[in-house]
């Protein structure tokens, strides 16, 4: 298997497993529970961090444009 399939694959769990703890995280009443799960979700986003520059890094993944203040402020205001 390629290393960039490979990156993008990880990247991929990592980020759906954020989205898990995101889920979970609001859902429990027991503290002890709610701290690991929150740790877990810490060290969650470390790694994607960490995986994210190196693949920025290699050119295996390329952000998306930056948003400009026009667009910004229309998002916005459908909060508002």
Do not use: C
Not at 18 to 38: A, D
Not at 55 to 75: G, H, S
């Amino acid at each position: 298997m390629e290393e960039r399939v490979m990156v993008a694959d990880t990247l991929k769990a990592l980020n759906a497993h954020l989205g898990g703890f995101g889920q979970m995280i609001p859902q429990t009443e027991n503290k002890e529970l709610k701290q690991t799960l929150k740790q877990m979700r810490n060290q969650a986003e470390m790694s994607q961090e960490q995986l994210y520059t190196i693949a920025k890094d290699k050119k295996y993944y390329t952000p998306a444009a930056w948003a400009k203040e026009d667009e910004i402020a229309q998002v916005k205001n459908l909060f508002v």
